[in-house]
């Protein structure tokens, strides 16, 4: 080593030792004297660095130093080796597509040389003359790769971040488009392609609005033009779509603008769900809700006509047996033909609550095991408790089955079973339905944990017509079903609470168990 490259050692290591903070530097120096390798280390030490230097003389050594898993900090290369020099470790580094920084620290170094050495990506040079340049040099190519690095890494993260958003995209459950606010199609998901049946590179050129039905396309016309305006930020509609082949799907529609860089146009992001299967569930509780309402104001008129033809016939047969009487008298001709009016007229009336009695009695024979029925009821009810969120808790064992009803037990089971969900259509909560054979008596109880009965309700609720549900209620149920109760020789008893951990309601039927043979209905 000449004694100039030396005593500049020397002397600017000095300063160095206020340019390097005491951090580490893992260093490839790529020399063939021993001797300069040494120096430049001390250098590097004296400057304040925590050093970890390794010296390469071959194109081996370098490759294997490069596998280190720690990596390297920087590269300092002399430029002529006698077999390898600057520009071949250079190659070597980068055909291995790692960012170091690269400086060059000769003995002599002509212009042309350096020049290409800097084109083939050299970072900088340095005279081993003018070692005074080297710390700088170092600093602020460690500075630059630091940037680079973290520029990659932000741009990696971006990538990852919009990788994530792209499938998000793609791969949602609901239909998702771009438009332009003329409603032509920017970007569609998997999913609407799906819904609409379109090829998803089919959509180029066509608008959202050719897959809305004309009159609903109408209807949201102004909410549309409000979002764009900028009058609101987003709307919800129900409407039906079209599909390519003519087909027509309820949908619900969330739209809302968004907004880009202020001079770029605004896309209108629309999320498209298709809601038949909550359509036709809606359609089915209403129809169910109708059937029930239905079959408890048909057994609500049974029992109404039942109870008047008991209460006329008593009067009727004591009608009929006083114009028999007064018949056989010997009258004024006058009289014995109103008479006889009268009989055929008591005849006719007693025709008529005869046939209404037997109508309203049940068919001979027909028997539902209690089992059967109490399934039938929880089966009756099954999805309209799941939409409410109600349990539905059978506690009952197939020894229920000695006990055999007239059918109309399925109103009694199905109208507390229905008003215990009605109670819970809010709160969402468990009904539980035992049952038990006990001293030849079925006991079944309904319980819920719904808002309960105020005290002041207790006896009104077994009224005709009485109920706290408004249009929706038809107070029918309870009437009726102590009525079918009473008549099957049973009792009903009810405990509730509205307030409290505990409010609720429990109603509890008794019922005879008849053998088969016997009959069950006193109607
Ligand atoms: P509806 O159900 O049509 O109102 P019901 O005769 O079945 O008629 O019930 C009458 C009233 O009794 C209901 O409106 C309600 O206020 C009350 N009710 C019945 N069962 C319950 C219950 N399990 N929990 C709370 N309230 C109930
Ligand atoms: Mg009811």
Redesign the pocket.
């Known amino acids: 080593m000449p004694t100039d490259s030396v005593n500049s050692l020397l002397a600017s290591s000095g300063d160095a030792a206020a340019v390097a903070a005491a951090r580490p530097l893992r260093v490839l120096i790529i020399e063939d004297y021993e001797e300069d390798a040494l120096l430049l280390a001390r250098y590097l030490l004296r400057a304040g660095y925590k050093l970890d230097s390794r010296r390469v003389e071959t194109a081996s050594q370098l490759e294997s130093l490069l596998d280190d898993p720690l990596g390297w900090d920087l590269v300092l290369a002399d430029y002529t080796l006698p077999s390898f020099g600057a520009r071949d470790a250079l190659a070597l580094i980068q055909a291995r597509g790692v960012d170091l920084p690269f400086i060059i620290v000769s003995g002599t170094i002509d212009e042309v040389s350096a020049v290409n050495a800097m084109r083939a990506g050299a970072h900088d040079y340095v005279l081993k003359g003018h070692l005074e340049r080297l710390l700088p040099a170092i600093e602020r190519e460690l500075a630059d790769a630091s940037r680079r690095k973290e520029r990659l890494e932000t741009e990696a993260e971006l990538r990852a971040v919009q990788q994530r958003f792209s499938s998000t995209f793609n791969q949602a459950a609901v239909g998702m488009a771009h438009t332009s606010t003329d409603g032509r199609f920017e970007l569609v998901n998997q999913r609407l392609a799906e819904l609409l049946r379109v090829e998803p590179e089919k959509f180029v050129g066509m608008a959202l609005g050719e897959f809305v039905l004309p009159s609903d396309r109408l209807a949201k016309r102004a909410l549309l033009e409000d979002l764009i305006a900028g009058k609101r930020t987003g709307f919800r509609a129900e409407v039906n779509m079209l599909r390519t082949d003519g087909e027509t799907f309820p949908a619900q529609l969330t739209v809302s603008l968004l907004s880009r860089d202020h001079d770029a146009q605004p896309s209108v992001l629309w999320v498209i769900e298709d809601i038949s299967a909550r359509k036709a569930a809606e359609r089915e509780t209403s129809e169910l809700m109708t059937r029930l309402?239905n079959s408890?104001r048909l057994a609500a008129a049974g029992r109404m006509a039942n109870t008047l033809a008991h209460e006329i016939n008593n009067p009727l047969e004591a009608l009929t047996n006083i114009v028999y009487l007064l018949q056989t008298y010997e009258l004024p001709s006058q009289a014995t033909e109103m008479l006889d009016v009268a009989a055929r007229e008591l005849e006719r009336v007693g025709h008529i609550t005869r046939s209404t009695l037997s109508f309203y009695r049940k068919v001979p024979g027909r028997t539902l095991d209690l089992y059967q029925v109490l399934n039938e009821v929880l089966q009756l009810f099954d999805s309209r408790a799941k939409q409410y969120k109600v349990r539905l808790e059978p506690r009952f064992g197939e020894e229920i089955r000695v006990a055999r009803y007239d059918p109309a037990l399925r109103q009694v089971f199905a109208?507390?079973v229905?008003?215990?969900l009605?109670?819970m259509e809010t709160s969402g909560g468990t009904i539980r339905l035992r049952a038990r054979i006990s001293g030849g008596k079925a006991i079944v109880t309904?319980s819920?944990n719904?808002?309960?009965?105020e005290p002041r309700?207790r006896d009104?609720?077994?009224e005709p017509f009485?109920?706290?549900?408004g249009e929706?209620?038809?107070?029918?149920?309870?009437?009726?079903?102590r009525g079918i109760v009473e008549e099957q020789g049973g009792k009903l008893e009810l405990r509730?609470c509205t307030t409290g951990e505990r409010h609720?309601?429990t109603?509890r039927i008794k019922l005879p168990v008849f053998s088969a043979a016997a009959s069950p209905s006193r109607l």
């Open positions: 309402i408890e109208n507390v229905g008003n215990a009605e109670a309904v819920d719904g808002h309960g009965i309700y009104a609720i077994f009485f109920t706290t549900k929706r209620g038809t107070g029918l149920g309870l009437w009726v079903t509730s609720g309601t109603i």
